[in-house]
């Protein structure tokens, strides 16, 4: 059985998560215990909130230094994400550096801030996507959004066409909550757990 941490750093409420991965067959561990993410077999990273009090929160428990050099595959979700990236405009906050891209705000007067809600994902690549189709509603909730870029494995369209999943080796990130997207969203989860290290 495939030992499963999702990273505790005190940002979201998680039971969902846990919850969804229960229905898939998987059990999981929310820890902030170093040892226990640097053994596990997958490593979900979630978040809700703001960015600058989430870096904090995994400064001071040093997990900072750890998340970016997990060997194992990382999926961020939401924020987690956001974190992975060089640096978010959200309270003007350096993030992992895991990617170097910069998280923006959505700056369009028409468009109601934050997104909420279901939104259509697009050009949909790795085998994070697998089983998914093309157009499929995914639940999101964010303020602030990364650009397109050449690590981008998915695309959504909020008055602007912006990067909804990238991946870089073994780092993948989902804007939108796969826990909270129904079946397209477990299929999603089962996919990062049956990923071929």
């Known amino acids: ?22 229905r898939l067959g998987y059990s999981s561990i929310l820890t902030d215990d170093i040892s226990e993410i640097q053994s596990a077999d997958r490593v ?22 750890v998340i970016k050099n997990l060997k194992q595959p990382v999926l961020g979700i939401c924020l987690g994400m956001q974190l992975m990236c060089r640096f978010s405009e959200e309270g003007n906050t ?29 050009d949909l690549r790795t085998d994070l996507f697998q089983n998914i189709s093309e157009k499929s509603f995914m639940y999101l909730v964010h303020s602030y ?28 990130g989902v804007q939108f909550h796969p826990e909270k997207s129904s079946v397209q969203g477990e299929q999603l989860l089962l996919n990062f757990m049956n990923l071929k290290n």
């Open 94 to 122: 350096n993030g992992l550096g895991i990617f170097d891209l910069d998280v923006i705000k959505f700056s369009s007067k028409n468009l109601k801030i934050p997104q909420v809600g279901w939104n259509q994902i697009a």
């Open 145 to 172: 959004y990364v650009e397109q870029n050449e690590n981008s494995k998915a695309s959504s369209d909020y008055g602007v066409n912006y990067c909804v999943a990238f991946q870089k080796n073994n780092f993948y």
């Open 44 to 65: 979900i990273f979630p978040g809700v909130g703001a960015a600058d009090s989430a870096m904090k929160a995994l400064e001071a428990k040093g997990l900072d230094k």
């Open 1 to 22: 059985m495939l030992k499963t941490v999702i990273i505790d750093y005190g940002v979201g409420n998680v039971k969902s998560l846990e919850f969804a991965l229960l």
